[in-house]
């Protein structure tokens, strides 16, 4: 039986909870909504939310600002914008708004669908407005065991979240993935964004970070 808990039309984000989801609904939908990709489904162990994130752009800027970061290092990498990453034993899966192999590249090249089985989770994953989600998605992030997950909620509040032995999140920065990046820096761009377009930005914070690189190349 599947029964609405709740929705909120008058909110920005758009929210839909749904109860007593079983496994196989949930994998249905997510076909369904395959073709939708602004709309976040999660999954916690029968609940399922249905949620339209907010802040793309803020989103989009901080994948460029990886893309110039992995570009100017060399660092290898697979991105994705919203692959489903779930596991059916554990009864969780989720969707990140921008999720990252790193060290794990080479071993999801090609692949068309994650199977958490058989293959890693992505090394960090990006989510937008996590707080206004009713599920804990931080936890079902522990429960996959994603090392680290970046949080914008808020044009003015990042943080990075490193993962715990007991599949809890702590606050640590700088990033894992990406050491010689912290919140602080990755935000005082992200706040041009009302200023100047996302090429003017970019171009910026590719000059910056050149300048970071060599100087962590400094004996």
Not at 25 to 46: C, H, I, K, N, Q
Not at 97 to 119: E, M
Not at 166 to 178: K, T
Request: aromatic fraction near 8%; charged fraction near 25%; proline fraction near 6%.
């Amino acid at each position: 039986m599947v029964r609405t808990i709740s929705t909120t039309p008058g909110e920005l984000v758009q929210r839909l909870v749904i109860a007593d989801v079983d496994w196989r609904a949930y994998s249905r939908l997510l076909w369904v909504f395959s073709e939708r990709p602004s709309y976040r489904l999660t999954f916690d162990r029968g609940v399922l939310e249905i949620m339209t994130p907010l802040h793309e752009r803020e989103a989009c800027l901080l994948g460029r600002f990886i893309d110039a970061i992995t570009e100017e290092s060399g660092t290898a990498v697979v991105a994705s914008r919203s692959t489903t990453i779930r596991m059916r034993s554990r009864r969780r899966g989720l969707e990140p708004d921008n999720s990252y192999w790193i060290a794990n590249a080479s071993g999801v090249l090609g692949l068309k669908r994650i199977d958490l089985r058989k293959h890693p989770p992505p090394e960090l994953a990006i989510e937008v407005d996590v707080s206004r989600s009713s599920l804990n998605r931080m936890a079902v992030y522990g429960c996959l065991r994603v090392p680290e997950v970046w949080r914008l909620d808020g044009p003015q509040s990042l943080t990075f979240h490193r993962l715990q032995p007991d599949g809890s999140y702590v606050v640590q920065e700088p990033s894992l993935a990406f050491p010689l990046v912290s919140p602080a820096d990755l935000l005082r761009f992200l706040t041009l964004s009302g200023q100047y377009d996302d090429t003017v930005i970019l171009s910026q914070f590719r000059a910056w970070f050149r300048t970071r690189l060599k100087n962590a190349a400094k004996p």
